[in-house]
């Protein structure tokens, strides 16, 4: 069932006890909302803890360091910023029709929470300030650290089309609240671990250009991952770099997973709608950036990602 923030923050103080699932592979914007909601919570005397599938990102540990979460039992169970309960990582079914709560901005949200608050918002951290301040509850100098995480990250700091004035003005009030936003920025946007350029250097090798020059796809195998020594938490500027290319309408990345499938980011420019891309693929999204996973060969799943893109992009089989 569909609820407002009104609805959500209402939900929220009636639960003591509170578990904030994160994606599988956090980013910033489930590391901002769900440690910002975290702290809100703790700010208003509940028990809270925050927990992932995976660790986050080395430059998004900061956030979590100086945190110990108390053990205890959950009376209420909210997840943030996940689309789609198998996003919750390989345990995934452990959390089958226990979800309570759900705060999402992806369209594609199959609502499997028996609650769900979405909007399309280019970050779920902007809807988690809409929450706490629906609380009642002021937001300090650690929330505003993480809701800034969220909408930089999701915007790719503010330059991606999602960006709205609103998203601006929230990054801009956190920075009233005296947070070091160039600092976070150099962390977040200006520094690649020498891992990552090694495995830049092999993944630029695979680009193929497809369509007229209109697509462009790179691929990343699990060897480039060993040669390399990068996470899979570091992908994410590989996936921008993807769009970046003058002329190209649609970038994906195929990314070779641990169980030999295979996952693919979507992104596109202007008009051009990344999330039905994904749709035919069984994966979903936002309108420029989603994503879908595969099985099969390399080659198979080239080949149904260049179909499905090829229709996208209206050209006549
Ligand atoms: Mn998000």
Redesign the pocket.
Known sequence: MRINKKEFAEKLRQGDNILILMHEQP?G??MGCAYALYAALKKLGKKSRVSSFDEPAHNLRFIAADIEFEKFEPDLIVAV?VADLKLLGDNWRDYEGKIDLCLD?HVSNTEYARYTFLEDTA??SEMVYDVIRELGVEIDHFMAVCIYVGVAT?TGCFRYPNTTSRTIRIAADMMDKGIDAQDINKLMFETKTKSFVKLEKLVNETLELHFDDRCAIYTITRKMFEKSGALESECHPITAASRQIEGVLVGAVIKEQKDGSFNISVRTNGSLNAADICAELGGGGHKNASGCELGGTLAAVKAALLKSIERALGIEA
């Open positions: 980013d914007d489930a910023d901005h970050a779920a999701d």
